[in-house]
C-alpha cells in the first residue's frame, strides 16, 4: 500500500484515475465469474470512485493556491492509540 501521507495529491489523484482504468479493462477482458465476488469487486471500485472524486472536487477548490500537508493523529484517551486523520 502507498503512503500516501508523503506524496503530493496530485499524483495520488493521478494514480487513482489509472487503477481504476486498469481494474476496468481487466474486468472486460476476465469478467468475475462468481456473483459474490463480483459484488466485492463493484464495491471496490465503486468506493475508489468515490474516493477519486472526492479527492478530485477538493483539489479543485484549492486550485491555484499553496498547499501545505499536514499530518493529524487522534489518539484515544484510555489506550492512547494513534489512528491517522
Do not use: C, W
Not at 23 to 43: C, G, M, R, S
Not at 50 to 55: E, F, S
Not at 69 to 75: G, Q, R
Request: a negative charge; glycine letters at 2%; proline letters at 5%.
Amino acid at each position: 500500500m502507498m503512503d500516501f501521507y508523503n506524496i503530493d495529491p496530485e499524483i495520488i489523484l493521478d494514480t487513482l484515475f489509472r487503477y481504476i482504468d486498469l481494474l476496468l479493462a481487466i474486468e472486460k477482458i476476465h469478467p468475475v465469474q462468481d456473483e459474490k465476488k463480483n459484488n466485492t469487486y463493484q464495491d471496490t471500485v465503486a468506493r475508489y470512485e468515490n474516493y477519486r472524486d472526492r479527492l478530485k472536487d477538493r483539489l479543485e477548490s484549492t486550485d491555484g493556491y499553496r498547499r501545505y500537508p499536514v499530518h493529524a493523529e487522534h489518539i484515544e484517551k484510555e489506550s492512547q492509540q494513534r489512528t491517522p486523520l
